[in-house]
């Protein structure tokens, strides 16, 4: 079993101030920073990574700049040492399309997303797919919907 993670709206919070977060995507490195994570996103990745033996993958779609901040964040909330998460097991794309790619590559058997558009390509490859957060749209049969991260872990849990 693998599992693999988005970052951006799943382990970094998708909420501000009562407004979708886009300061870690649009403006500076230090606003990016200050970017909170997603409530029990730490202990529940913890979770999972003991669930899945140290097979857990964070699968991101960004550029080299998103790419950068992403792992200053991840360094600077001590998220390793946190999580127990291998600061090696990190893929970047730049299209979103090709995280269906990287979860074949790794023989991800789980996946953890907020993008419908993202979790599509996979189905056929990746088994048990997770739409995470509240969605305004018509949820399909062939994903698990997760509003938050406890849900996720106790969703993920009960299907093993």
């Keep these: 079993m693998r599992l693999g993670i988005d970052f951006g709206k799943v382990i970094i919070g998708p909420i501000v101030n009562g407004k979708a ?3 870690f995507l649009g403006n500076s490195f230090k606003k990016a920073m200050q970017t909170p994570p997603s409530e029990n996103a730490f202990e529940s990745v913890a979770d ?4 899945f033996s140290g097979e857990v993958w964070i699968v991101s779609k960004c550029g080299q700049s998103v ?3 992403t792992k200053a964040w991840l360094k600077q ?3 390793y040492a946190a999580t127990g998460f291998d600061k ?4 970047f794309c730049i299209k979103r399309p090709e995280k269906a790619s990287i979860c074949k590559q790794l023989k991800i058997t789980h996946f953890i997303d907020d993008r ?3 979790l599509e390509p996979m189905r056929g490859i990746v088994n048990n797919l997770y739409l995470f957060g509240e ?3 018509e949820i399909p049969s062939w994903v698990v919907p997760v509003p938050d991260w406890r849900s996720t872990v106790a969703t993920i849990k009960a299907g093993l």
């Design 21 to 23: 977060d886009t300061s």
């Design 48 to 51: 999972l990574v003991g669930v």
């Design 67 to 69: 790419q950068n901040k």
């Design 77 to 79: 909330r001590d998220f």
């Design 88 to 91: 090696t097991k990190i893929r």
């Design 116 to 118: 419908l558009d993202v």
């Design 135 to 137: 969605q305004s749209c």
